[in-house]
C-alpha cells in the first residue's frame, strides 16, 4: 500500500533561516505529491504539488522537486518568517488509491522573531 | 466566497451515544471527502462522494461509521454506539470532479468520554 514518511518535528528556527522537512514515499503506482500546511485554527490549505518525476512545485516561497529515484518530495524554503509557524504535511494520491490522499505524520515548525 | 463549513465545531460525547457531523462543501462541488485526524496523526481517508452516492467507503473503520449526502451537497457523517477510540478531530473536504484542488474544512473535535 501507499505510506508518506515524514521527518519528527517538531522543528524550531529563527526567523530568516533555511527550512527544509523531509518527506519520504512509498506507492504502488505513479503518485501525484502533495505539501499541505495547516496554520493554527485553519483548516488544511494546498501549498505546493508536483504531479510528475523532476516537477517542482513552489509557492509561497517554499519549493519541493519530486525526486523519483529517492522517492521523495522535500520542502524547502529559503527564509522562513514567524507567519510560517504552522503544522506541515506531505501526501500523495496515486490512481491505484482512486480519489484518496495519503498523508504523512505532519511536523510541526515554530519560526522565532 | 464561502470555504467548506463544518458544524459543529466541537461535540463532546458519552461513550455509547450516536453523533452526527455535518459538512457543507464548497458550491457546485460535486467531490466530498471525510477524514479523521486523530492527535499527532496525519488525517486519514474515510470516504469520498462524488455526487450523491458513496464512490469509496472503504476507509470506514466498522460499520458504526455511516455518512450521507442525499442531495449531492451538504454530507453528514453518524457514529452509532461511540466509543473512546473515537475521538479525533474530522474533516471536510470538496473539489471539483477532477478532485485537485481539495479545499478543506476546519474540521469538528469530537470527544468521547
Known amino acids: 500500500g501507499n505510506s508518506v514518511t515524514q521527518m519528527e518535528g517538531p522543528v524550531t528556527l529563527s526567523e530568516e533561516a533555511f527550512l527544509t522537512i523531509n518527506c519520504t514515499y512509498t506507492?504502488?503506482?505513479?503518485?501525484?505529491l502533495f505539501w499541505y500546511v495547516q496554520y493554527p485554527g485553519e483548516g488544511l490549505q494546498l501549498l505546493l504539488k508536483?504531479?510528475?518525476?523532476?516537477d517542482k512545485g513552489s509557492n509561497k516561497g517554499f519549493e519541493a522537486t519530486y525526486r523519483k529515484e529517492t522517492t521523495s518530495f522535500h520542502l524547502e524554503k529559503g527564509s522562513v518568517q514567524v507567519s510560517d509557524s504552522a503544522v506541515y504535511f506531505c501526501?500523495?494520491?496515486?490512481?491505484?488509491?482512486?480519489?484518496?490522499?495519503?498523508f504523512g505524520e505532519g511536523t510541526q515548525l515554530t519560526v522565532n522573531p | 466566497g464561502a470555504g467548506v463549513s463544518q458544524t459543529p465545531s466541537n461535540k463532546v460525547t458519552e461513550k455509547g451515544k450516536y453523533v452526527e457531523l455535518r459538512c457543507d462543501p464548497i458550491?457546485?462541488?460535486?467531490?466530498l471527502y471525510w477524514y479523521r485526524q486523530s492527535l499527532g496523526q496525519g488525517p486519514e481517508f474515510l470516504i469520498y462522494?462524488?455526487?450523491?452516492?458513496?464512490?469509496?467507503d472503504s476507509g470506514l473503520p466498522n460499520d458504526r461509521f455511516f455518512a450521507v449526502r442525499p442531495e449531492g451537497s451538504v454530507s453528514t457523517l453518524k457514529i452509532q454506539r461511540t466509543e473512546r477510540g473515537d475521538s479525533a478531530v474530522y474533516l471536510c473536504?470538496?473539489?471539483?470532479?477532477?478532485?485537485?484542488?481539495?479545499?478543506f474544512g476546519p474540521g469538528t473535535r469530537l470527544t468521547v468520554l
Open positions: 458550491s457546485g462541488h460535486t467531490a
Open positions: 506507492a504502488t503506482g505513479y503518485p501525484s
Open positions: 501526501a500523495l494520491s496515486d490512481r491505484n488509491s482512486g480519489s484518496r490522499l495519503t
Open positions: 508536483a504531479t510528475k518525476a523532476d
Open positions: 462522494f462524488q455526487g450523491t452516492g458513496a464512490a469509496d
Open positions: 473536504a470538496s473539489s471539483l470532479p477532477d478532485g485537485d484542488p481539495r479545499f
